[in-house]
């Protein structure tokens, strides 16, 4: 095989490093792949939430607005 591939190529540059072994099945970690998936997704989550409850700005009662503005609340609408 390293005959037949030099022949081919004019630079001798190809060298067998270690044969082939029948019966060595490389396969992915189907256990470590989906762990280090469900921890990545969980990182990605919790820096979205972050980051969206650093940037709400959301006035949701009446202190919001004085922390706002200046101007004083003259009623609110009660909450059922």
Do not use: C, Y
């Not at 706002?68 to 609408?77: Q, S």
Request: proline residues 2%; without cysteine.
């Amino acid at each position: 095989m390293q005959q037949e591939v030099g022949n081919l190529i004019e630079d001798n540059t190809i060298v067998i490093l270690s044969k082939a072994v029948e019966g060595t099945i490389v396969s992915p970690n189907k256990k470590m792949s989906l762990a280090m998936g469900a921890f990545i997704g969980l990182m990605i989550g919790a820096v979205i939430m972050f980051i969206h409850g650093f940037t709400n700005v959301t006035i949701r009662e009446d202190t919001d607005i004085q922390e706002v503005t200046v101007i004083p609340v003259l009623g609110e609408i009660e909450k059922w």
